[in-house]
């Protein structure tokens, strides 16, 4: 009788967690109220470099790994930023 071997966990990619709730709150602000990453630099007390870095990691996570459930939608003009 053949058997078949146990899946091995450490091959399979590694599953990608939701931003933390700073991150996603980060992401709202520039996208929707439209925020400048300087401004949430100021407020959250990191370097602009690192806001645009959450930004980027968000809308990669939302691109690529969040659940339709999540219901986000992402501006993709500037008219709805501005909106």
């Not at 590694?14 to 400048?36: M, S, V």
Request: proline residues 8%; positive net charge.
């Amino acid at each position: 009788m053949p058997t078949t071997s146990p899946t091995n966990h450490r091959s399979l990619p590694r599953r990608k967690r939701l931003p933390c709730a700073r991150d996603q709150d980060i992401f709202i602000a520039y996208r929707t109220q439209g925020r400048t990453q300087e401004q949430l630099a100021e407020d959250n007390k990191v370097s602009q470099r690192r806001i645009g870095q959450i930004i980027h990691r968000v809308e990669h996570w939302l691109a690529n790994y969040a659940p339709p459930a999540v219901g986000w939608a992402v501006p993709t003009n500037s008219a709805a930023v501005m909106g």
